[in-house]
């Protein structure tokens, strides 16, 4: 028999429905499922999954929290527990944390009762040692991945004479992503020039609306179901969040060739090489500066940017299999 993997996500929000939820459902269909039975359901249906299923492996995506202490503790005495850390960060730390030690004494705490601590970037595995929140032997760094192969078949956008360039950006309104800061950073730049479009939904939609009321050059484009299809339209991605463990934005534009602006931070700091710029979060003046750099760049220089971006992209989601594959086997 396969050993069993449970997966637990928390919630019935993005984190469910979102990046974490495709992710475990390619991660059911890849080779891995030969060796590995994986079970997904939700947190809350937990004690339920375990009775019925058995598991030799438990992973918890959920956010840790003082309030979900007393339930880790219980499953982890059912079988081996890796806590995937896809939530907490040097830069979420920074922008939400109020009580820095009883933040970080929480997080003892629940890593403390895992085998493993799954960091999804170098970035967050750093903060985590640099607080001495998980001893290094405890932690594996498997950067977070998707299927991305629908991504490597964008082909590059021509630039047409006398036509804006067009800036893409999406995901979740929310103050973590920075769509507010971009808005103010296309704001001071000519309307005939830039053209920016953005995807997704939100709690902060009514908000960024009234923001980019006056911007005739700022559409939103509502949920994108296909987003290789968006990606088609644009000559380049913007990410402009205040924290971001990972960032698979970042990922997807990478591999559709798209060269990319996105934050100094966490996880997004290290997947941006020569072919991005990075800058200050928080910062629409330097975002301003860097959309138009990339802007004045020829086509020529574009489309190169936007194959080193692919090509540091192209191996991410066997290195993803093959990093659970070792871990798993190990445990089991």
């Known amino acids: 028999m396969k050993p069993k993997i449970c997966h ?96 970080h004494g929480m997080l003892k705490l629940a890593y403390g009762m895992c085998d493993r601590l799954v960091t999804v970037s170098q970035g967050q595995k750093n903060w985590i040692l640099k607080n001495q929140l998980a001893p290094a032997d405890k932690i594996n760094l498997i ?29 979740r309104f929310s103050v973590q992503k920075g769509f507010d800061v971009l808005i103010h950073a296309v704001k001071q730049l000519p309307p005939s020039q830039i053209k920016l479009k953005i995807g997704g ?16 050059n700022i559409e939103f484009v509502g949920r994108i179901d296909d987003v290789p299809a968006f990606l088609t339209q644009c000559d380049a991605v913007v990410i402009p969040s205040r924290w971001e ?47 138009q750099e990339l802007a004045d760049l020829s086509a020529t220089k574009l489309e190169h940017k936007g194959q080193q971006g692919k090509a540091s992209a192209i191996n991410s989601w066997q290195t993803y299999l093959a990093n659970w594959e070792s871990l798993l086997e190990e445990l089991t």
Not at 8 to 35: D, P
């Open 201 to 216: 939904g939100g709690a902060n939609e009514t908000k960024l609306k009234q923001l980019a009321a006056d911007c005739p």
């Open 8 to 103: 637990f996500v928390g919630g019935q929000g993005m984190g469910w429905t979102g990046g974490i939820k495709a992710t475990l459902n390619s991660l059911e269909k890849s080779y891995l499922s030969e060796k590995f039975e994986f079970i997904t359901a939700p947190l809350s249906t937990a004690s339920t999954v375990i009775s019925k299923h058995h598991p030799e492996v438990i992973v918890v995506h959920a956010a840790s929290s003082w309030r979900g202490l007393l339930p880790l503790w219980k499953i982890r005495r059912s079988a081996k527990l890796i806590i995937n850390e896809h939530h907490y960060s040097a830069g979420f730390e920074t922008f939400n944390v109020p009580s820095v030690n009883r933040f």
């Open 143 to 171: 950067p977070f991945s998707r299927l991305i192969y629908p991504f490597f078949n964008v082909p590059p956008k021509p630039r047409l004479p006398n036509q804006p360039f067009v800036l893409g950006a999406y995901g």
């Open 245 to 291: 463990p990972w960032g698979n934005v970042c990922l997807e534009a990478r591999a559709a060739g798209k060269p990319i602006i996105a934050s100094a931070v966490d996880g997004l700091s290290e997947q941006i090489q020569d072919f991005g710029l990075l800058i200050p979060p928080e910062n629409p003046i330097a975002l301003a500066k860097a959309i």
